[in-house]
C-alpha cells in the first residue's frame, strides 16, 4: 500500500529496527503514512472516542483503538472522495489514491518487482 499522500511505496525496514511508516485511519479507511508525510498528515487521522489516540486500525467493519482496546462500528457511508472502485464492488480501492491531487496513481513496475520477490522467496534465481 502507498503512502496515503504522496504515493511513495514502503520498503522493506533495515534488519532488527522498526517502521518509521505509521498507520492511521482517516475518513473511516486505514491509511500508510510515510516518514516524511506524517508531520502533515497526522492532524487527519481519526481519534479514538474513548482515549483520544489516534493509534487505529481497521479492520473487516470495525475500527479498534490500539491504546485503549476500544472497538466501534465503521460508517459505511464515510470515504475518501474520488476513491476508485473495484469492478462489481462498492468498496473503494484506496490504495491507488494520491491525496495530494486525487488523482490515481499507476505504477507500472510493481508487477516486476512482486514477481522478483516471489521468486526470492520460491529459491528461484
Known amino acids: 500500500m502507498p ?3 504522496c504515493g511513495t511505496r514502503q520498503g522493506d525496514p533495515e534488519p532488527g529496527k522498526g ?3 505509521r498507520r492511521g485511519v482517516i475518513s473511516e479507511h486505514q491509511v ?4 516524511a508525510c506524517q508531520p502533515a ?10 482515549c483520544g489516540s489516534a493509534h487505529l486500525i481497521r479492520r473487516l467493519d ?3 483503538c490500539l491504546d485503549c482496546r476500544l472497538t ?11 476513491a476508485e472502485t473495484a469492478p462489481d464492488s462498492d468498496i ?9 491531487d486525487s ?4 505504477d507500472p513496475g510493481l508487477a516486476a518487482e512482486v514477481a522478483r520477490a516471489l521468486d526470492r522467496l520460491r529459491g528461484r534465481p
Open 3 to 5: 503512502c496515503y499522500r
Open 19 to 21: 517502521s518509521p511508516w
Open 32 to 35: 500508510l503514512i510515510c516518514p
Open 41 to 50: 498528515v497526522l492532524a487527519e487521522l481519526a481519534r479514538c472516542p474513548g
Open 62 to 64: 470495525q475500527v479498534e
Open 72 to 82: 466501534r462500528d465503521a460508517d459505511e457511508d464515510s470515504g475518501l472522495s474520488g
Open 92 to 100: 473503494p480501492d484506496i490504495s491507488v489514491m494520491s491525496r495530494s
Open 103 to 106: 488523482a490515481p496513481i499507476r
